[in-house]
């Protein structure tokens, strides 16, 4: 039987660019179509977002002065619930919510901060603890110091990992949810020079695929869920040797039975498609694909695992593609109009 189901999907943008701010969009299930429903404006950049269950969804706010902000999604349009909240941190990029808390890396300052998310209505509560990174990197323009990209819950639900392009490395820490403290557990320093973005997770949970945006490459990680130890064991390129000139990794998710990691790619302007079928630990380029637009800053996978949908930032638009269950070759199968794209989330 056909699907002819709906869902509904967010985009997140940069409203200093011309973006509508989170913007809410119906799904067609049976065709991977966006169709738009509105949008909220009342927070400047939520580059990047967050689904819970309940009907709430989180964003940051990346600016100068970063905030976090709770929405109620129960609606047509997102509703702002109650204020934005200071992350006590600069231009957070990323969120994850873990243990009744939502934490967020501040990409500006080099940190991550944890706010309280109160059981009466799904809003922020005032950061707990701001969580400062410490270190440098090679690349003088870039890894000054640290840049916390990323924050992300192991699939045990026991650690909470941080993503840091400046320092060249990841850090697992412990949340403890009755106070929102975060204890660091250990740091593990990946190939210097590589800028690491973001994390993703094998659905077997026993390694984990670093994406870099220095260097076009994959870093490919076994973790222990029970020591909560990561360890760098390989690297693989997004793009063939003679196509790795002034190209950025951005984004990367996995499928959900694990043959293929998806990765984009800003300046080459495409998405890697990366088979896992010999080995976890042997990723193998397969070919690239155009993204649909310009700077795609961000991928996701539909809940169904049928679909990728591309945030291109440049082009101002959200591309859908139809995957191949064979080969994991995306087909361009739509668009919508979308200024300053940056994120993607179902829920």
Not at 92 to 109: D, E, F, K, M, R
Not at 131 to 154: M, N, T, W
Request: net charge negative; hydrophobic share 35%; glycine share 14%.
């Amino acid at each position: 039987m056909a699907d002819t189901g709906t869902g509904r999907a967010f985009v997140g943008s940069f409203t200093s660019d011309g973006g509508r701010g989170v913007t809410a969009a119906a799904v067609d299930t049976a065709t991977g179509a966006l169709t738009v429903q509105g949008a909220a404006s009342s927070v400047p950049n939520p580059s990047f977002l967050a689904p819970a269950g309940g009907g709430l969804l989180y964003a940051v706010s990346e600016t100068q002065d970063g905030a976090a902000a709770a929405f109620d999604i129960t609606g047509a349009v997102p509703r702002l619930i109650g204020p934005a909240v200071r992350v006590g941190g600069d231009a957070p990029t990323h969120l994850a919510l873990v243990g009744g808390h939502v934490i967020t890396a501040n990409y500006g300052s080099g940190s991550v901060s944890v706010l309280p998310v109160r059981a009466s209505d799904g809003g922020l509560g005032a950061a707990a603890e701001v969580l400062e990174h410490r270190g440098s990197g090679p690349s003088r323009d870039r890894q000054e110091g640290p840049h916390a990209h990323q924050v992300k819950q192991d699939p045990t639900g026991q650690w909470v990992l941080s993503v840091d392009l400046g320092t060249d490395s990841v850090r697992i820490c412990a949340l403890a949810p009755d106070t929102g403290t975060l204890r660091v557990h250990g740091e593990t320093v990946l190939p210097p020079g590589r800028g690491p973005r973001h994390l993703a997770f094998h659905p077997a949970g026993t390694h984990a695929y670093v994406l870099n945006e220095l260097e076009p490459t994959l870093t490919v990680c076994r973790w222990d869920g029970e020591t909560g130890t990561l360890e760098a064991v390989g690297e693989s390129a997004l793009l063939p040797q003679d196509e790795r000139a002034q190209s950025y990794g951005s984004g990367l998710v996995l499928a959900h039975d694990g043959r293929f990691i998806w990765a984009a790619n800003r300046g080459h302007d495409s998405i890697s498609v990366i088979a896992l079928d010999g080995s976890p630990e042997k990723p193998e380029l397969v070919t690239t694909v155009g993204c649909g637009g310009r700077w795609p800053r961000d991928i996701a996978l539909d809940p169904g695992g049928r679909r990728l949908y591309v945030a291109n930032e440049r082009s101002g638009d959200v591309t859908w593609f139809d995957i191949d269950s064979g080969t994991g070759v995306p087909r361009r199968a739509g668009s919508i109009e979308a200024p300053a794209a940056s994120c993607v989330v179902f829920a």
